[in-house]
Every structure is written in structure tokens, then in C-alpha cells.
């Protein structure tokens, strides 16, 4: 009898892990400097491909949080 179940859920959009900018598939935490002098992980992330920073994983894989910068202009019609 066989199992009609898939294996993997279909959602392929989450499974990339890689960076959205140049495809690097790694990335380091950021270290800082906090208050007290004590370097410390942050939540920042910085791709070891194109180096640059992200505010998280999501960010990280999607190539940063650069939106469309145009918005859907809804123009009504003038009268
Ligand atoms: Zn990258």
C-alpha cells in the first residue's frame, strides 16, 4: 500500500537557504562591542559571499529588505 503522504512539504519557498544577493549558502553573526566591553554576538547577520548585513535570516535569503520602491498606486480617475 503506498503512502501518498509527500516526504517534503511543498513549500520551496522556504527551503532556500541562500543568500538573495549573490547565493552564498553561509553567513556569520556580527559581533559587537557591547556597553560593559565584552564582544557579545548580535542579531545581525553578515554574508560571507557579498559581506553585506542583515537583519535576520529572513532578510538574509530574500537579498535584503529592499522593497519595491513602487508602491501600488491606486490613481483614481479624475473627473
Ligand atoms: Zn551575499
Keep these: 500500500m503506498k503512502n501518498l503522504s509527500p516526504a517534503f512539504p511543498m513549500n520551496p519557498s522556504t527551503t532556500r537557504n541562500c543568500c538573495g544577493y549573490c547565493g552564498a549558502t553561509?553567513?556569520?553573526?556580527?559581533?559587537?562591542?557591547?556597553?560593559?566591553?565584552?564582544?557579545r554576538y548580535t542579531d545581525t547577520l553578515q554574508c560571507s559571499g557579498c559581506s553585506r548585513e542583515f537583519a535576520n535570516l529572513d532578510i538574509w535569503r530574500q537579498g535584503g529588505a529592499q522593497m519595491p520602491t513602487h508602491p501600488p498606486v491606486v490613481s483614481a480617475p479624475a473627473h
Design 26 to 39: 553561509s553567513y556569520h553573526r556580527v559581533v559587537a562591542r557591547d556597553e560593559m566591553g565584552a564582544m
